[in-house]
């Protein structure tokens, strides 16, 4: 295996100290990303949020800032992921805003229309059925609820093992399998910052 497809394997659930360690890395390396596609976001103070594959839970401050009178779920598969996340939320946690679960996409421990807002930062490549999964997301989205996923945009990759492991890679495959799911009002940015793309999209 080679170093490429290591970090994609550790992408993935993220375990160790190795783990740890790229854990804290995404922290500092996605903050800007996250920043940029939470902009396209029309986010309300009090809204409920969930953040899929939460990772080191630097989107989680963020959203907590951005949700002061609303409450912000993180989840991750990974427990060496919940775990640097508590740890990086641990104020926000102590004051009842954000919580962190130990979980997995495809059967979430939340209740039917739950949340105003979904968020999936660099995650839903390493969804195990993405079919399944948004339909699973679209569950706990509340009707009328958004669903923003940020990624990489593959187009402007050139690795080819990175694109490879990708599930949904141009902007006409998001539009398709988010409306085969049953989202509308699909909106897809991937000019306004060069190598990512962003996706709105929302349940009826
Ligand atoms: C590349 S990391 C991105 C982490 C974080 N969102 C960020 O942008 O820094 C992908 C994350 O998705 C999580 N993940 C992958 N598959 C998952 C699944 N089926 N359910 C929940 N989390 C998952 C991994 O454990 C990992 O923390």
């Known amino acids: ?27 500092l390396g996605h903050r ?23 990772g080191g839970g630097a989107a989680l401050k963020l959203l907590a800032v951005m949700v002061s009178k609303g409450r912000v779920w993180g989840i991750d598969h990974s427990w060496e992921m919940v775990n640097l996340a508590r740890q990086v939320n641990k104020r ?14 495809s059967d979430l421990p939340y209740a039917d229309e739950m949340f105003d807002v979904v968020t999936a930062f660099e995650t839903i490549e390493f969804w195990p059925s993405l079919s399944e999964d948004l339909k699973e ?23 080819s093992k990175w694109t490879e492991s990708l599930q949904i890679r141009t902007s006409g495959e998001y539009r398709e399998r988010l409306g085969a799911e049953g989202y509308v009002d699909i909106s897809v940015d991937d000019r306004s910052r060069p190598g990512w793309i962003a996706v709105l999209a929302r349940k009826t």
């Open 92 to 105: 926000f946690i102590e004051g009842g805003q954000v919580a962190v679960d130990h979980g997995s996409v």
């Open 32 to 54: 800007e990303a996250y920043v940029w596609g939470l902009a396209q976001l029309p986010m309300k103070p009090d809204s409920v949020v969930l953040d899929i594959g939460c």
């Open 137 to 159: 997301v679209r569950r706990v989205l509340k009707p009328g609820g958004q669903l923003l996923v940020v990624n990489r945009h593959p187009e402007q990759e050139r690795d």
């Open 1 to 27: 295996m080679n170093l490429c497809e290591k970090l994609i394997e550790m992408g993935g659930k993220p375990s160790g100290a190795p783990g740890r360690l790229l854990g804290r890395l995404m922290n």
